[in-house]
Structure formats: C-alpha cells, structure tokens
T-cell receptor
Framework: IAGITQAPTSQILAAGRRMTLRCTQD?????MYWYRQDLGLGLRLIHY???????GKGEVPDGYSVSRANTDDFPLTLASAVPSQTSVYFC?????????????FGEGSRLTVL | GQNIDQPTEMTATEGAIVQINCTYQ??????LFWYQQHAGEAPTFLSY??LDGLEEKGRFSSFLSRSKGYSYLLLKELQMKDSASYLC??????????WGAGTKLIIKP
C-alpha cells in the first residue's frame, strides 16, 4: 500500500451496534486525524493523535473513541451507533503536528446507521 | 465563534477564469489552505498561504489578506476536470484546522 487506507469503504449498520473504522498509513506520519463530512457542513474533527500513544478530542468527539497503539494505525470506534452518526468519515495524516503540514486523506468510509 | 465563509456553488465556462472567495474569522491565524475534492473522493491539497500576497502554482493561484480575513483561489484556463468542490481551511492559534463548507464548482462546455 502507499499512502493512507481506510476500511470499510461503505457500511450499513443497525442502531445500537458497535463499529470500528480502520485507518492505516505507511508514510510514517506522526499526526493522524478522524473527520466526518456532512452535506452543507465543513469537515469536522472528531479525534486526533499527534504521535503514537497520545490522542485528543476534536470538535465532535461524543459517541466516538480512538486509539493509537503504533504510528501506522488509528482506528475509530462507535460504541453504540446512532442515526446521527450517518456520515462520510475521512482519516487523514500529516508529517508534522501543530505545524503547517498538509493533510493526506484516505478515500473515506461511508457509514449509514439505520 | 470561529467561522469560514465561502459560496456554496459557482458555475463557469470551460477555458474561462473563476475566483472562489473565502472569508474567515478565527481565534488566531497560522495559515490558510485550499483543498480540492472531486465528488465521492478524498480532499487533496492545493495550496497554503501564511503571508499576504499571491502564490501561483500553474493554473491555480491563491491570494491572502490577513488584515481583511480574506483569501481567494483563482483558477485559469478552466478544464472540465476542474469540476469539484474547493475547500478553504484556516489553522487557528491552537494549530487546529477550521474548515469551510466548500464551494461546488460546475464547469460548463
């Protein structure tokens, strides 16, 4: 692989179910991010990680959790999905944190919660 | 609160020039980014401005005025493949990116 990979690309989920969106990068980037993108709204940051072993809350963290056990992987978990979490989720990484590095995005995971 | 404003949609003709504006009000400023996003795809980086003035990169240029809280993306010699959404994002004093909702650009032959 080259770049940043997300899985699954699309998923339909029943409300109340647990779901983990996977994100892996092979660029050895320190910083990783999870965003959600909804029609008519800008990208909103859910959680971020400036380096392996650390995570932080973004603008809309409620109902989501993340972990950063190593540099490459940054999974996002919905403990008990609700319809308002229907969205397109993008994982992103950058070579630096707290700096001006451009973001590299995965192809997105389209999640529908019924 | 923090706010990024850009037009929702714009239409232009193939071969023409189009300017997409972005105004911002943020707590601090550490740079402004423009990203391109084709429908159903991931955003990709276009440009970064941190100082006032114009940055040119091929057919695309980006301008910044920090005193006015204003930027624009200028696309020249428009091609059909330029049909996409263009996202403006500002990095605030905490180095967090604040995103606009994006401008959908429609190119007509």
């Amino acid at each position: 692989i080259a770049g940043i990979t997300q899985a699954p690309t699309s998923q339909i989920l029943a409300a109340g179910r647990r779901m983990t969106l996977r994100c892996t990068q092979d660029m050895r980037h320190n910083a990783m991010y999870w965003y959600r993108q909804d029609l008519g709204l800008g990208l909103r940051l859910i959680h971020y990680s400036n380096t392996a072993g650390t995570t932080g809350k973004g603008e809309v963290p409620d109902g989501y959790s993340v972990s950063r056990a190593n540099t490459d992987d940054f999974p996002l978990t919905l403990a008990s999905a609700v319809p308002s979490q229907t969205s397109v989720y993008f994982c992103a990484s950058s070579g630096t944190s707290g700096d001006t590095g451009e973001l590299f995005f995965g192809e997105g995971s389209r999640l529908t919660v019924l | 609160g923090q706010n990024i404003d850009q037009p929702t949609e714009m239409t232009a003709t193939e071969g023409a020039i189009v300017q997409i504006n972005c105004t911002y009000q943020t707590s601090g400023f550490n740079g402004l980014f423009w990203y391109q996003q084709h429908a159903g795809e991931a955003p990709t980086f276009l440009s970064y401005n941190v100082l006032d003035g114009l940055e040119e990169k091929g057919r695309f240029s980006s301008f910044l005025s920090r005193s006015k809280g204003y930027s624009y993306l200028l696309l020249k010699e428009l091609q059909m493949k330029d049909s996409a959404s263009y996202l403006c994002a500002v990095m605030d004093s905490n180095y967090q990116l604040i995103w606009g909702a994006g401008t959908k650009l429609i190119i007509k032959p």
